[in-house]
């Protein structure tokens, strides 16, 4: 039997039986739901064109500019740089936990189209 308790950060509160009651079924379908407009997200062909090219002028900002910014501007750059990543691997984790939500409710509904 598959442990339904904890889909990769959306936890399903389903007790120590991991049998899947409604309203485990309910936040599987909210994490399934979820995981598939992050995939979206993440395939959007403009927020990638977003990314890359902020990415790429705090990039550029950061090399260049070394002497008239003084450290704090740099390290304001970089950081502008880590949190990119960090916004594209939220949206990858949120579709990753919806890919095993889906599995989980295929799981329980094997017959579903």
């Given at each position: 039997?598959?442990n339904?308790?904890?889909?990769?950060g959306?936890?399903?509160?389903?007790?120590?039986?991991?049998?899947?009651?409604?309203?485990?079924?309910?936040?599987l379908?909210?994490a399934r739901?979820r995981?598939?407009k992050?995939?979206a997200?993440?395939?959007?062909?403009?927020?990638?064109e977003?990314?890359?090219?902020?990415?790429?002028?705090y990039?550029?900002a950061?090399?260049?500019n070394?002497r008239?910014m003084?450290?704090?501007?740099?390290?304001?750059l970089?950081?502008?740089v880590?949190?990119?990543?960090?916004?594209?691997?939220?949206?990858?984790?949120?579709?990753?936990?919806?890919?095993?939500?889906?599995?989980?409710?295929?799981?329980?509904h094997?017959?579903?189209?």
């Open positions: 039997m598959i339904y308790k904890n889909i990769g959306e936890a399903a509160r389903c007790g120590d039986s991991g049998i899947v009651m409604p309203d485990d079924e309910h936040k379908l909210l739901d995981g598939q992050a995939d997200l993440l395939e959007n062909a403009l927020l990638k977003a990314f890359a090219t902020l990415e790429a002028d990039i550029d950061w090399k260049s070394e008239s003084g450290p704090e501007g740099r390290e304001r970089w950081n502008a880590q949190i990119i990543g960090k916004v594209r691997m939220h949206l990858r984790q949120v579709a990753t936990d919806g890919h095993t939500a889906a599995r989980f409710l295929d799981d329980l094997p017959n579903k189209l």
